[in-house]
């Protein structure tokens, strides 16, 4: 497979799709759910369009994190995804607080996740009829959640292998759960902030420490995206990124970017080695800290 080629088609429209693993699903009803699920995550659930999906962070009392979200709408509902590996804690946090609300909260175990390529209305919904879709930034380009209680949704155009997608999430500066992204993290040190995190809505759980480190502090370390010119030794994540003589971080991912034909990487570096053109180097080669190569879409 010509995944240059596939890449250029995936740019210019062309249908693809692909399979999307270790997430879970759950559906949220009753009047409460806007009210409840905005005071629970970082990102303004209420300013939330039906058909349409947000990112957000899911935190402790503490400002930590205990997963990433995607939170869709449909008419009647919320619908929420997040890691699978984190499902029990994940949904105890989110059935914490609940009170007198008028909130129910049902995991969807055995739902599968199709990610489709591009943001089209020509797509035909999965069946059977509970399938739901949403459109959502998902790997940083505009595009289709579709939802499934059976296993898939068939063929939605080509099929996009795990490498594609990581080269497109990285050139986006995306983050991802068990590789940026940990239980107890900061969110604004992995990645997060502005992807996930609204400053103008309400309270919310872990919004002071989130508030104060975004007004007056600053986060210690920072999501950086890292080039290595051509014929560099292989970068590996866990490696150390080193500046001069001080180990200034590790790489989390690493990917061919099909944009600048060399291999990148996400990494986590102190602030003060964060700024694109700092000169870095890994397992004895140079890389260079840089700009994302395209800015994650929005919904």
């Known amino acids: 497979m010509d995944l240059e080629a596939l890449y250029d088609e995936i740019l210019s429209g062309k249908p693809a799709h692909a399979a999307v693993a270790h997430r879970t699903l759950w559906k949220v009803t009753g009047r409460d759910r806007v009210r409840y699920l905005n005071g629970q995550v970082t990102s303004d659930v209420a300013a939330l369009s039906a058909g349409s999906a947000i990112y957000a962070a899911l935190l402790t009392t503490k400002g930590r994190l205990v997963a990433d979200l995607w939170i869709g709408a449909s ?129 919310y759980v872990g919004q002071e420490i989130v508030s104060r480190l975004h007004h007056i502090g600053h986060p210690n370390r920072m999501l950086v995206l890292l080039t290595a010119p051509p014929g560099s030794g292989t970068l590996q994540a866990g490696a150390g990124l080193w500046q001069a003589e001080d180990e200034v971080g590790r790489v989390t991912s690493v990917a061919r970017s099909f944009a600048k034909k060399c291999e990148i990487a996400l990494g986590i570096v102190k602030r003060g080695s964060s700024v694109p053109g700092t000169p870095l180097s890994c397992n004895g080669s140079n890389v260079e800290v840089i700009a994302p190569l395209r800015m994650p879409c929005g919904p």
Do not use: N
């Open 75 to 203: 008419d009647d509902a919320l619908w929420i995804d997040g890691p699978t590996p984190e499902r029990d804690s994940l949904e105890a946090r989110l059935r914490q607080f609940l009170a007198a609300d008028d909130v129910e909260i049902e995991r969807l175990d055995g739902w599968t996740l199709t990610r489709a390529f591009p943001d089209s209305s020509t797509f035909a919904l999965p069946t059977p009829s509970p399938s739901v879709a949403f459109r959502s930034a998902r790997f940083g380009l505009p595009g289709l959640d579709l939802w499934s209680p059976e296993a898939g949704v068939g063929e939605i155009g080509i099929p996009i292998p795990e490498a594609l997608l990581e080269s497109l999430r990285l050139e986006a500066r995306f983050p991802q759960w068990g590789k940026e992204l940990h239980p107890g993290d900061l969110p604004q040190e992995v990645g997060m902030d502005p992807l996930a995190i609204s400053y103008r809505k309400g309270c």
